[in-house]
Structure formats: structure tokens, C-alpha cells
T-cell receptor, first 110, second 113 residues
Framework: KQEVTQIPAALSVPEGENLVLNCSFTDSAIYNLQWFRQDPGKGLTSLLL?????REQTSGRLNASLDKSSGRSTLYIAASQPGDSATYLCAPGGSYIPTFGRGTSLIVHP | DAGITQSPRHKVTETGTPVTLRCHQTENHRYMYWYRQDPGHGLRLIHY???????DKGEVSDGYSVSRSKTEDFLLTLESATSSQTSVYFC????????????FGPGTRLLVL
């Protein structure tokens, strides 16, 4: 059974900082890994999808890397803004079923 | 935004009553999923479907059943609701899980008294 751990569980930073969110998983036999954002009381919004053959994906100020062999992924957020405040979840996907971590709750204060 | 709606959005019910939640998509995606989200547990898969009338169990399927008679609709039924099924329920869709992302609905908040 896939186990997914996200560290840290919570993070509070001042605006402008560069951030690193970590995701580790136990089963490296995955097709892809997704990063999602969830705002309070809302559904999940996809941020980035990395295929198992890829090492990283970038979208704007977000960059996600994947090291499948070591079971790790990192989400890098550059120049954080208050609007980045949300919970970030990673989900490695195997056998067509993603498994979700519990997320990192991020607060960016002005 | 992907066309996914969930109904109802909020529901309060009593222990022992049956409850049906509906997920409707306009994207014609093949795969549909039901998750529940609880503090301390994160997002857990209840059931999923890989086509009309094709469904399978997820991690926490006890006490739940599903049906998919049309591509666009995926129903989740709590056969006899219990307080432990108080949760937020999310539906998700995907056309090709190995290659494409999932899209999530807005969620249904269910309170079982």
C-alpha cells in the first residue's frame, strides 16, 4: 500500500520568501505525481503533473521535481504571495489510482 | 474549469437513513472517483469507476455503494448512514489517469446526526 508523507505539515512565512514543500512516498512504481492546491472549503485544483519519465515541471512561480527512485517530490514556490495561502497536496499515481498525502498548510502573511 | 457538479452541496441527515450523493460531469471523461476528506486522514478513496457499469472499491468502501449508468453521472449511496460517515465528499474525474490530471468537484458536506 502506498504511503505518502508531506513535510512540513504547516508553514507560516512572510511574503516574498522562496518555499520548499516536500513529499515522500513508499512505492516507486508510479505513473505520475500530481500537486494540488486546496483553498478552505473548496475542492482541489491541479497545479502540476509530472510523468514518471520526467524530472520536473514548471508553471509560473511553481516548480515541481520528481525523484522516483528515492520516492521524493519537491514543490518549489518562488517569491511567495499572500494569495498562495492554501493547503498543498501531493498525489503519486499508481495503478490508475492516486494516493494523497495529508498536505502542507501554508500561510503567507504580508 | 472542468465541468463537474455535485449535489447536494450540503446535507444533514439522521443515523440509519439512506443518502445518495450525485456527481455530474460534462467532460465525457472515462474515470470517476469518490473520495472523503476528514481531518487527520486526508483524502481517501471510497469507490471509483472506469466506465459505464464498471466500478471498483477503494480504501474505505464499507457502508458505501456506487452506480454509474451513464458516462456523466456517478452516484454514491450511503446505505444506512452512521455518524462516522460525517465528512466532506469529493468527486473527481480523469480521462487518462496515467497521463492526465484529476479534476475535482466542489464537494458535499454531509452531517449525520
Amino acid at each position: 500500500k502506498q504511503e505518502v508523507t508531506q513535510i512540513p505539515a504547516a508553514l507560516s512565512v512572510p511574503e516574498g520568501e522562496n518555499l520548499v514543500l516536500n513529499c515522500s512516498f513508499t512505492d516507486s512504481a508510479i505513473y505520475n505525481l500530481q500537486w494540488f492546491r486546496q483553498d478552505p472549503g473548496k475542492g482541489l485544483t491541479s497545479l502540476l503533473l509530472i510523468q514518471s519519465s520526467q524530472r520536473e515541471q514548471t508553471s509560473g512561480r511553481l516548480n515541481a521535481s520528481l525523484d522516483k527512485s528515492s520516492g521524493r517530490s519537491t514543490l518549489y514556490i518562488a517569491a511567495s504571495q499572500p494569495g498562495d495561502s492554501a493547503t498543498y497536496l501531493c498525489a503519486p499515481g499508481g495503478s490508475y489510482i492516486p494516493t494523497f498525502g495529508r498536505g502542507t498548510s501554508l500561510i503567507v502573511h504580508p | 474549469d472542468a465541468g463537474i457538479t455535485q449535489s447536494p452541496r450540503h446535507k444533514v441527515t439522521e443515523t440509519g437513513t439512506p443518502v445518495t450523493l450525485r456527481c455530474h460531469q460534462t467532460e465525457n471523461h472515462r474515470y470517476m472517483y469518490w473520495y472523503r476528506q476528514d481531518p487527520g486522514h486526508g483524502l481517501r478513496l471510497i469507490h471509483y469507476s472506469y466506465g459505464v457499469k464498471d466500478t471498483d472499491k477503494g480504501e474505505v468502501s464499507d457502508g458505501y455503494s456506487v452506480s454509474r449508468s451513464k458516462t456523466e453521472d456517478f452516484l454514491l449511496t450511503l446505505e444506512s448512514a452512521t455518524s462516522s460517515q460525517t465528512s466532506v465528499y469529493f468527486c473527481a474525474i480523469s480521462e487518462s489517469p496515467s497521463e492526465e490530471t484529476q479534476y475535482f468537484g466542489p464537494g458535499t458536506r454531509l452531517l449525520v446526526l
